[in-house]
């Protein structure tokens, strides 16, 4: 069963900074494109970043660019957001998520519940 | 950036109704369209992929159509556990993107 695993939210204050984590199991991490999606309180969602399985591609939302940054580390099974400067409009629940790829497209398949960020002093 | 519309931002359905929701792309995304179901409170759930293949597990009661820019979610039969919030996204192009949500409100 593919179960993804996100911790590291909490209370941090504006200017402050957070790394946030993702344990993967059931499926070869190693193998999968990965990516970090947003979603402030009540609103909708909002694609933060991708990376690819060996991380020579990484690709960011042009507000988080600079600040947040995607790695990885296949031999953890695990995927990571380090978060820099932050505002408080980058308050919200962080969603990992599983990106299946096919030889024409990639899309979403399996997402984890959540962590909360929350920024304010 | 590719800006996606859905319509109509909420909607008031029984249970046993059949409801349509649309999603727009702001220019032609071919078929990488994908939609997902969020309950309060939860993480997305992925229904449906390239506009119209279902994720593995998910019921044949939704189903997905359109390219281009043009797309609609419609699911069949509607029970208790389907009331949700759905959201459409494009993976075509970076940055991707997602629909403002459509909200599922039992009537």
């Known amino acids: 069963e593919v179960q993804l695993v996100e911790s590291g939210g909490g209370l941090v204050q504006p200017g402050g900074s957070l790394r946030l984590s993702c344990a993967a199991s059931g499926f070869t991490f190693s193998s999968y494109w990965m990516s970090w999606v947003r979603q402030a309180p009540g609103k909708g969602l909002e694609w933060v970043a991708n990376i690819n399985q060996d991380e020579s591609g990484k690709y960011y939302m042009d507000s988080m660019k600079g600040r947040f940054t995607i790695s990885r580390d296949n031999a953890r099974n695990s995927l990571f957001l380090q978060m820099n400067s932050l505002r408080a409009e980058d308050t919200a629940v962080y969603y990992c998520?599983?990106?299946?790829?096919?030889?024409?497209?990639?899309?979403?398949?399996?997402w984890g519940q959540g962590t909360l960020v929350t920024v304010s002093s | 950036d590719i800006q996606m519309t859905q319509s109509p931002s909420s909607l008031s359905a029984s249970v046993g109704d059949r409801v349509t929701i649309t999603c727009r792309a702001s220019?032609?995304?071919?078929?990488?369209l994908a939609w997902f179901q969020q309950k309060p409170g939860k993480a997305p759930k992925s229904l449906i992929y390239d506009a119209s293949s279902l994720q593995s597990g998910v019921p044949s009661k939704f189903s997905g159509s359109g390219s281009g820019t043009d797309f609609t979610l419609t699911i069949t039969s509607l029970q208790p556990e389907d009331f949700a919030t759905y959201y459409c996204?494009?993976?075509?192009?970076?940055?991707?993107?997602f629909g403002q949500g459509t909200k599922l409100e039992i009537k």
């Open positions: 220019q032609g995304i071919g078929y990488h």
């Open positions: 996204q494009q993976y075509t192009s970076y940055p991707y993107t």
């Open positions: 998520a599983r990106i299946y790829c096919t030889r024409t497209s990639c899309y979403y398949d399996y």
